[in-house]
């Protein structure tokens, strides 16, 4: 039966549907399978399918946004069950994350800021949308080790580059750590832009932020 719930979880957010894809992530969770498989296997590539249309002229932006919705609320049941499943000792740094500005993508962020958090890392999830100088006042409010920038358009890729910038002009950035990440982001940006490093998901993005903070 679990096998089956994979392909289903997809074919409902390419549906649209989001009330089939919060049940059939319910139920997955239920056949016990791990909230990481559910997100790789299930979810992501029913967004992805999403976006494809997209891109080819078969969905229009409504359809976009109502399978970004299903994908949020499909997220919001297993969560908890990402955070149940690490037992958070230390905290292993200060991390303040945000998609930047221009930019609404929600859903990637969010996986990582989740992703982060379950791995022990403390948090400040400054939502989508940010201002360089939102990133700037947030990291002196709580001393972060860790500055985590989100782009998911080319076109607001050159914010991540701004919020180095501010960084740079308050005289904090030799204080913080940056990485960067999302769909358009590559590491040789990350390289020209003097970003600490880059992450191709949410797991990688766990990966490096513990290797750059040792
Ligand atoms: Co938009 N959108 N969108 N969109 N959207 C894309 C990104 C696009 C590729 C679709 C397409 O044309 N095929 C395209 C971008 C083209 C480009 O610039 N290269 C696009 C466009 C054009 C637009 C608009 C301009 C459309 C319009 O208005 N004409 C508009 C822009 C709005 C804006 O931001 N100003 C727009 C709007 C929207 C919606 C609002 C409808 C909706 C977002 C809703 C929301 O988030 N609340 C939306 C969606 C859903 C998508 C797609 C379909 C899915 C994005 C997503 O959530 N993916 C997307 C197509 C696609 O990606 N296939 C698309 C799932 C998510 C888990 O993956 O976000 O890549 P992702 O995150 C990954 C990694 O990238 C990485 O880890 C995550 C987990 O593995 N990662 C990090 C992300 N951030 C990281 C940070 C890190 C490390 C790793 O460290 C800090």
């Known amino acids: 039966?679990?096998?089956?719930?994979?392909p289903e979880i997809t074919d409902a957010l390419v549906a649209c549907d989001a009330a089939s894809a919060v049940a059939l992530t319910q139920q997955a969770l239920a056949s016990g399978l791990e909230p990481l498989t559910i997100?790789?296997?299930g979810?992501?590539?029913?967004?992805?399918?999403?976006g494809e249309r997209f891109q080819a002229g078969e969905y229009f932006?409504?359809?976009?946004?109502?399978?970004?919705?299903?994908?949020?609320?499909a997220m919001a049941v297993l969560e908890p069950e990402l955070q149940a499943r690490q037992q958070r000792v230390d905290s292993a740094g200060v991390v303040v994350i945000g998609t930047v500005k221009g930019d609404i993508h929600e859903i990637g962020k969010s996986l990582v800021a989740t992703m982060m958090s379950a791995s022990g890392f403390q948090v400040h999830d400054l939502g989508v949308d940010v201002p360089s100088q939102v990133f700037v006042h947030k990291v002196r409010e709580t001393n972060a080790d860790l500055v985590g920038l989100s782009a998911l358009l080319t076109t607001t890729m050159t914010a991540q580059r701004e919020v180095l910038r501010a960084l740079e002009?308050?005289?904090?950035?030799?204080?913080?750590r940056v990485i960067l990440g999302g769909a358009p982001v590559t590491p040789e940006w990350a390289d020209s832009i003097g970003a600490d490093g880059y992450a191709d998901d949410a797991v990688g993005a766990v990966q490096l932020s513990k290797r750059l903070l040792g």
């Open 39 to 41: 997100i790789k296997q």
């Open 61 to 73: 932006l409504p359809q976009m946004v109502i399978a970004a919705k299903a994908m949020q609320q």
């Open 1 to 6: 039966m679990s096998n089956t719930l994979l």
């Open 43 to 50: 979810l992501v590539p029913g967004i992805e399918q999403v």
């Open 169 to 176: 002009e308050s005289g904090i950035r030799d204080r913080v």
